[in-house]
């Protein structure tokens, strides 16, 4: 054979092999829009999920799914606490929507450069009776195509997949804890007692309609933004100072069945925040200025204008 035509075929060989290998790492992720249809890495739906267990070193985190949502537990710190039950379902979301897509190493010496070995950070997940569903070793962010790496215990294979999963879990615990100050249902709300600086009552009709206590005229859309405000009532942060600045101001829910719900407020700070503590709060949190005014307006914002006679002179 001719060395020209050798030299062709040769050619022709390395630049098939060349475009199957690029169509298979797909580097500059031209055929992203097929990640979606590719194979899930893990099998199922996030809700069989009722265990998380995050490793990271010494650093052991466990996460329980119950009936009111999820738990969190570090060992050695204040024992189960609540979990901010919408970020833990974010991180199951993002974990079962990664895709066998694009295989970037299955040489087990490259693991270190991803950082997917058995020592790296591991997260692992149980459905009921312990049954477990997956144990995957979180690793680092590519820096560009918004992309990390990951790999599953039992193989060697390494897959670049969309966002940071790593990034879901390995937190400060206290972002993983719920920052709820007060969580109940409006409809539920028989009256609410507002003392401070701005002092208050609402109390609802025989319709569950709340109105000024003693009756007068009452804006409804505004009375209905409060409701909402008060009823799902989050911190920023949990107040980890020893002493509590003075007190602002109380407000005392009661609901049906004879429940109350208090909350006390503090501050200002040094730095404009308010501190937050209810009966339903194992810790006082921050709270923003904005929503602490919100929920000590004056009287007369909640009165309806509308209902009230003109006593401006006629012309």
Same mark, same amino acid.
């Given at each position: 054979?001719?060395?020209?035509?050798?030299?062709?075929?040769?050619?022709?060989?390395?630049?098939?092999?060349?475009?199957?290998?690029?169509?298979?790492?797909? $580097?500059?992720?031209?055929?992203?829009?097929?990640?979606?249809?590719?194979?899930?890495?893990?099998?199922?739906?996030?809700?069989?999920?009722?265990?998380?267990?995050? *490793?990271?070193?010494?650093?052991?985190?466990?996460? /329980?799914?119950?009936?009111?949502?999820?738990?969190?537990?570090? $060992?050695?710190?204040?024992?189960?606490?609540? #979990?901010?039950?919408?970020?833990?379902?974010?991180?199951?979301?993002?974990?079962?929507?990664?895709?066998? @897509?694009?295989?970037?190493?299955?040489?087990?010496?490259?693991?270190?450069?991803?950082?997917?070995?058995?020592?790296?950070?591991?997260?692992?997940?149980?459905?009921?009776?312990?049954?477990?569903?997956?144990?995957?070793?979180?690793?680092?962010?590519?820096?560009?195509?918004?992309?990390?790496? *990951?790999?599953?215990?039992?193989?060697? #294979?390494?897959?670049?997949?969309?966002?940071?999963?790593? =990034?879901?879990?390995?937190?400060?615990?206290?972002? @993983?804890?719920?920052?709820?100050?007060?969580?109940?249902?409006?409809?539920?709300?028989?009256?609410?007692?507002?003392? =401070?600086?701005?002092?208050?009552?609402?109390?609802?009709?025989?319709?569950?309609?709340?109105?000024?206590?003693?009756?007068?005229?009452?804006?409804?859309?505004? *009375?209905? /933004?409060?409701?909402?405000?008060?009823?799902?009532?989050?911190?920023?942060?949990?107040?980890?100072?020893?002493?509590?600045?003075?007190?602002? =101001?109380?407000?005392?829910?009661?609901?049906?069945?004879?429940?109350?719900?208090?909350?006390?407020?503090?501050? $200002?700070?040094?730095?404009?925040?308010?501190?937050?503590?209810?009966?339903?709060?194992?810790?006082?949190?921050?709270?923003?200025?904005?929503?602490?005014?919100?929920?000590?307006?004056?009287?007369?914002?909640?009165?309806?204008?509308?209902?009230?006679?003109?006593?401006?002179?006629?012309?």
């Amino acid at each position: 054979m001719p060395r020209e035509k050798k030299n062709t075929i040769l050619a022709a060989v390395v630049g098939v092999t060349f475009i199957l290998g690029f169509l298979v790492n797909d $580097p500059f992720l031209l055929f992203e829009s097929s990640y979606e249809k590719s194979k899930p890495l893990l099998k199922g739906r996030s809700e069989r999920v009722k265990k998380v267990t995050t *490793i990271d070193g010494a650093n052991k985190r466990v996460f /329980t799914r119950t009936t009111e949502g999820w738990s969190a537990e570090q $060992p050695g710190a204040a024992g189960v606490l609540r #979990a901010d039950t919408g970020k833990i379902e974010t991180g199951l979301k993002n974990i079962f929507e990664a895709r066998r @897509y694009q295989e970037v190493s299955s040489n087990k010496d490259k693991q270190a450069d991803y950082e997917v070995r058995d020592q790296d950070f591991q997260l692992i997940l149980e459905g009921d009776n312990g049954e477990k569903i997956a144990h995957a070793y979180l690793g680092k962010f590519s820096g560009s195509g918004n992309a990390s790496f *990951i790999r599953l215990a039992d193989e060697n #294979a390494v897959f670049a997949v969309k966002g940071f999963l790593k =990034g879901d879990w390995n937190q400060e615990f206290d972002l @993983y804890r719920d920052h709820s100050i007060l969580r109940i249902a409006k409809e539920n709300i028989k009256e609410i007692q507002v003392s =401070g600086k701005q002092s208050f009552n609402l109390k609802a009709d025989e319709k569950g309609v709340l109105t000024l206590d003693p009756a007068r005229a009452t804006d409804k859309a505004r *009375i209905g /933004t409060y409701t909402a405000d008060l009823s799902d009532l989050a911190g920023v942060k949990f107040f980890k100072e020893a002493k509590l600045p003075d007190s602002y =101001g109380k407000i005392k829910v009661s609901l049906s069945a004879g429940i109350v719900k208090e909350i006390e407020f503090f501050g $200002p700070t040094k730095d404009q925040e308010f501190i937050a503590k209810s009966t339903d709060t194992a810790e006082p949190l921050t709270i923003s200025k904005s929503k602490v005014e919100a929920l000590f307006p004056r009287i007369e914002d909640l009165v309806d204008k509308a209902g009230m006679p003109n006593l401006m002179p006629k012309k």
